[in-house]
Antibody
Framework: QVTLRESGPALVKPTQTLTLTCSFS??????????VSWIRQPPGKALEWLAR???????FYNTSLKTRLTISKDTSKNQVVLTMTNMDPVDTATYFC???????????????????WGKGTTVAVSS | DIQMTQSPSTLSASVGDRVTISCRAS??????LAWYQQKPGKAPKLLIY???SLESGVPSRFSGSGSGTEFTLTISCLQPDDFATYYC?????????FGPGTKVDMK
C-alpha cells in the first residue's frame, strides 16, 4: 500500500523560508521511473504544481516559482524535502506531495503522472 | 508553459444525470492528460490517466476521451458521491499544469 504524508510548520512569517517534508512508504525512489511531486492549493483556489524529483535525481520546477524552490530527496529515509524561500501571505495554501509514476510513450520518451497523493499540510503565512 | 482551461466552471446536476466536463490545452498534448476528483478538505484523487485510461478502483461510470487539445470527462450516471470539483492536468510537458477546475453541485 502506497502512502505519503506531508509535514512542516503550520505558520511561517513573511520573508522566512518554508521547509516541508514528504515521508512515504510502499515505493522507493531507488526504483527506476519513480518520482515525487509537490503541489499546492490556496484556500478556495485551483491546484498548482510546484516541483518534481526523479529516481535519478533529475529535478523540475514551476516556471514562475523556480527561483524560490529547491527539491531534494533522502532515499534511505524515504523522504523528499521542498524548501520555498521568501514566503509571502499569497503562499498560504495546503501543500500536497504525490507519487509520480512513469508511463512509456512513443519514440522512447517517458511521461510522468501523479497517481497517489498525501492528505496535505496547511501552511499559513502571516506576521 | 502549456495553459489548461475547463468548462463550465460550475455545473448543477441531479443524481442520475449524464455529466460532461470539457478541458482544453493551449497546444497539443497528445493524450497525456489526467483527471482528478477533489472533495472539500481532501486530497485530489486520480480518476483517469492518458486521457481515457481508468485508474484501478475507479467506477466505470467515469470515462475520458479526447486527444490533441480537446478532452472530455463524462460521468454516465451521476451518483451522490460524485458531487465534487474535477481538475484536468497535462503531463506532456516536464512542467505540469492544471485546469482551473469544474465544480459539480446539486441542482
Amino acid at each position: 500500500q502506497v502512502t505519503l504524508r506531508e509535514s512542516g510548520p503550520a505558520l511561517v512569517k513573511p520573508t522566512q523560508t518554508l521547509t516541508l517534508t514528504c515521508s512515504f512508504s510502499g515505493f522507493s525512489l531507488r526504483t527506476t521511473g519513480m518520482c515525487v511531486s509537490w503541489i499546492r492549493q490556496p484556500p478556495g483556489k485551483a491546484l498548482e504544481w510546484l516541483a518534481r524529483i526523479d529516481w535519478d535525481d533529475d529535478k523540475f520546477y514551476n516556471t514562475s516559482l523556480k527561483t524560490r524552490l529547491t527539491i531534494s530527496k533522502d532515499t534511505s529515509k524515504n523522504q523528499v524535502v521542498l524548501t520555498m524561500t521568501n514566503m509571502d501571505p499569497v503562499d498560504t495554501a495546503t501543500y500536497f506531495c504525490a507519487r509520480t509514476s512513469r508511463i512509456a510513450g512513443a519514440g522512447g520518451r517517458n511521461y510522468y503522472y501523479m497517481d497517489v497523493w498525501g492528505k496535505g499540510t496547511t501552511v499559513a503565512v502571516s506576521s | 508553459d502549456i495553459q489548461m482551461t475547463q468548462s463550465p466552471s460550475t455545473l448543477s446536476a441531479s443524481v442520475g444525470d449524464r455529466v460532461t466536463i470539457s478541458c482544453r490545452a493551449s497546444q497539443s498534448i497528445s493524450d497525456w492528460l489526467a483527471w482528478y476528483q477533489q472533495k472539500p478538505g481532501k486530497a485530489p484523487k486520480l480518476l483517469i490517466y492518458k486521457a481515457s485510461s481508468l485508474e484501478s478502483g475507479v467506477p466505470s461510470r467515469f470515462s475520458g476521451s479526447g486527444s490533441g487539445t480537446e478532452f472530455t470527462l463524462t460521468i454516465s450516471c451521476l451518483q451522490p458521491d460524485d458531487f465534487a470539483t474535477y481538475y484536468c492536468q497535462q503531463y506532456n510537458s516536464y512542467i505540469f499544469t492544471f485546469g482551473p477546475g469544474t465544480k459539480v453541485d446539486m441542482k
